[in-house]
């Protein structure tokens, strides 16, 4: 597994991670066996970057990490957590003492004193733009509740807000092959500034595995039920924003892109490996042997003219409908 720094924060972590969503709600159930499964397998394929949420499960995902970590206090594991989407999107509340009341909950979910990363989670855009949510981000490391500080974005303005302030080490923003604006500014920008880049929904929302059809459903607590249009939170958070049939067909040929010997969704992983300016890319699993192949995504080789069939798909079916939207 290669290692690559996180940005601001100088830690160095595996280039595919794990993200923890699906352990706590939202994709269906997962027993805490299962998820503690996962955990396992990961981290026996070298993945030392975990990526979680105060939200998730209403702090489920935070505890199991939490006991994962207190039962292996040897692992060289970076965590990183979000908060702000527990209470009312005002950009009213977010201010030093929700930071404190939101930190404290997540340290002893965790069962850390000091939080490695802790990322506002895809607030409202004015939040971005206020001078005193860095001042009291920047309090909080001065207290030790936190090392370090970044956000998770929706929009390429926002990462670029953010990581124009000297003090965010990292920004989370959704890239894939289905979404490719970030390559765009934020990448660039990033990389200038020093700030990593964690890449979220890289297989957008399972459409890039090749796994799904027309007439595939999902359970009624999976957002790629509920939130399909938009209902719950912003819907570029499932499927990429994308319409879902158009997204099958489009993951068809992306399929037939992959090279011998890997699977789409490793082939996908590894095109968000091969950007320049990533520092890791968070897919989730739900089962050790997804979690497993994930990681292997890591040594997969990708042909001469992927990176050019990868664009030439999504000018052809996405770029007119998502460019502009985030």
């Known amino acids: 597994m290669q290692n690559r720094t996180l940005g601001r924060t100088g830690r160095d972590v595996s280039v595919i991670g794990l993200g923890t969503w699906q352990l706590g709600a939202d994709w269906g159930d997962v027993t805490e066996a299962d998820a503690l499964a996962v955990l396992d397998a990961a981290t026996e394929a070298g993945v030392t970057f975990f990526d979680t949420a105060d939200v998730y499960g209403d702090g489920r995902s935070e505890q199991l990490i939490g006991r994962y970590r207190a039962a292996h206090p040897d692992l060289p594991l970076t965590v990183a957590t979000k908060m702000g989407r527990r209470e009312a999107q005002d950009p009213a509340n977010f201010t030093l003492g929700k930071f404190r009341e939101w930190t404290d909950r997540s340290r002893r979910n965790l069962g850390m004193d000091t939080l490695d ?19 009291a981000l920047d309090t909080l490391v001065e207290e030790g509740a936190i090392a370090n500080y970044g956000v998770s974005v929706e929009t390429c303005a926002e990462a670029l807000e953010a990581i124009a302030r000297p003090g965010t080490a990292s920004v989370q923003i959704i890239l894939n092959a289905f979404r490719l604006k970030p390559l765009d500014e934020v990448l660039p920008a990033a990389r200038e500034a020093g700030v990593g ?12 595995s090749g796994r799904y059809s027309e007439t595939t459903e999902f359970a009624a607590d999976d957002h790629r039920s509920y939130n399909r249009h938009g209902e719950a939170f912003d819907v570029g958070e499932t499927f990429s924003g994308v319409d879902d049939a158009e997204g099958v067909r489009a993951a068809r040929e992306f399929a037939a892109l992959a090279p011998e ?16 300016g990533v520092s890791t890319v968070i897919p989730g699993a739900r089962s050790p042997e997804q979690a497993r192949a994930n990681a292997a995504a890591a040594v997969v080789a990708l042909p001469a003219g992927f990176a050019d069939a990868v664009r030439g798909l999504y000018d052809r079916t996405f770029r007119a409908t998502t460019h502009p939207r985030w």
Do not use: E
Not at 261 to 276: E, H, R, S, Y
């Open 117 to 135: 990363l802790v990322q506002l989670h895809c607030p409202p855009t004015p939040v971005f733009s206020n001078a005193a949510v860095y001042d």
């Open 197 to 208: 880049i964690i890449a979220r929904v890289p297989l957008a929302s399972g459409l890039l």
């Open 261 to 276: 010997g890997a699977t789409p969704a490793q082939a996908a992983l590894a095109w968000i490996v091969a950007q320049g």
